[in-house]
């Protein structure tokens, strides 16, 4: 049986993406099916081989996004069959390499084909990794006109302390564990004593005209909902103006000292504190934490973002194009090539 009666995929992607995913396999989530697709066999290392997806690629190239893109055409079948009899597919991915940033808009598009909506994790570089933004940005800019919605996630807002003292590995593994408790929050099942949100709820935010950024933040304070809130709101405005929000989520992790009248009152306030009039907000409450409270903020509506420098192509040339897409020049589309069973 399915849960939720929605049958929910999600598909890690990349070497980034697939770490997500299967740590979100390990949880018991609104999810019904889990399937990971790289270039690099090497990413499939913790996950069931019967899930994987292997996109094969010469050996004697470097890949680029472009390549990667056409190279999946050759896994469609695989892929379909991955997607199909899905209601809802999540494509998770780090943008900025090859792999993620080629294939996430790729398997959004056929997944929609296949007749599931499709929303993206997009999880964004460091800012360190100042070579790895054309590609983000320009694959972000695919995945959102190829999915419903896309969630944006920035990696530097997932870290509560400065990068430097830290190696790459350490940056990523502290980085997994704040986007996975954050979705696992927000996909939560349905569990005596706490309040879930369910798909419907979350897909409403999601799929909006703009923007969805997931802010992170938490609080042991006195005042810890409120403080942890307003913490992801700052975490949201180093992406974007706050008060362009129309849509928000916020889901809430701990423990028994965190009062129903202390929750209310914090997501209350959560519109004036975006200031954003009229901002519809729905929330979940988890007991299951600790003293520190975890605040995770899904926010949408957003019409630009700092990722809208990263494809400074994008600005100049507006909605027009240099180059039609392989899959737009053909006749009739992608579907002549392989339809989906
Ligand atoms: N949060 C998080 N981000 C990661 C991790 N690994 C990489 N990234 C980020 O994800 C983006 C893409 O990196 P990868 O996932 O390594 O790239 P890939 O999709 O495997 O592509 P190639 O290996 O270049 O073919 C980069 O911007 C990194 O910042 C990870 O484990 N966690
Ligand atoms: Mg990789």
Not at 175 to 184: F, G, I, R
Not at 249 to 262: G, H, I, R, W, Y
Not at 263 to 283: H, K
Request: proline letters at 3%.
């Amino acid at each position: 049986m399915t849960v939720n009666n929605r049958n929910v995929t999600a598909i890690g992607i990349g070497s980034a993406g697939i770490k997500i995913v299967s740590l979100l396999s390990r949880r018991s989530l609104l999810i019904d099916r889990y399937a990971y697709v790289s270039c690099d066999e090497g990413d499939f290392s913790t996950v069931d081989p019967k899930d994987t997806i292997l996109v094969e690629s010469p050996i004697d190239q470097k890949l680029s996004p472009a390549l990667v893109r056409g190279l999946a055409l050759n896994s469609a079948k695989g892929i379909q069959a991955a997607v199909s009899g899905s209601e809802v597919v999540f494509v998770v991915a780090g943008l900025g390499g090859a792999t993620g940033s080629g294939l996430a808009p790729v398997v959004a598009s056929m997944a929609e084909q296949c007749g599931a909506t499709a929303v993206g994790v997009a999880v964004m570089p460091f800012e360190f990794e100042k070579k790895m933004k054309f590609y983000a940005g320009v694959s972000l800019r695919r995945l959102r006109a190829a999915a419903k919605g896309v969630v944006v996630v920035d990696n530097d807002t997932l870290l509560r302390s400065s990068p430097e003292d830290s190696t790459l590995a350490n940056l990523y593994d502290t980085a997994n564990k704040a986007v996975v408790k954050a979705l696992a929050s927000m996909l939560s099942k349905p569990a005596e004593g706490s309040k879930s949100l369910g798909m419907n709820k979350l897909l409403g935010t999601v799929i909006q005209e703009g923007y969805s950024l997931l802010g992170v933040s938490s609080s042991g304070a006195d005042d810890k909902a409120e403080d942890a809130i307003a913490g992801a709101v700052v975490s949201l405005g180093k992406l974007a103006e706050a008060r362009e929000a129309g849509h928000a989520v916020v889901s809430l992790n701990a423990d028994e000292s965190l009062s129903a009248q202390e929750v209310g009152l914090a997501v209350g306030r959560l519109g004036s504190i975006m200031d954003s009039e009229g901002l519809d907000v729905e929330y979940a409450v988890d007991y299951s934490g600790s003293a520190q409270l975890q605040v995770s903020l899904l926010a949408s509506g957003f019409r630009s973002t700092k990722y809208d420098d990263y494809d400074p192509l994008a600005k100049v040339l507006g909605n027009r194009v240099l180059d039609d897409e392989m899959d737009t020049a053909l006749p009739g589309g992608l579907e002549l090539l392989q339809s989906c069973d």
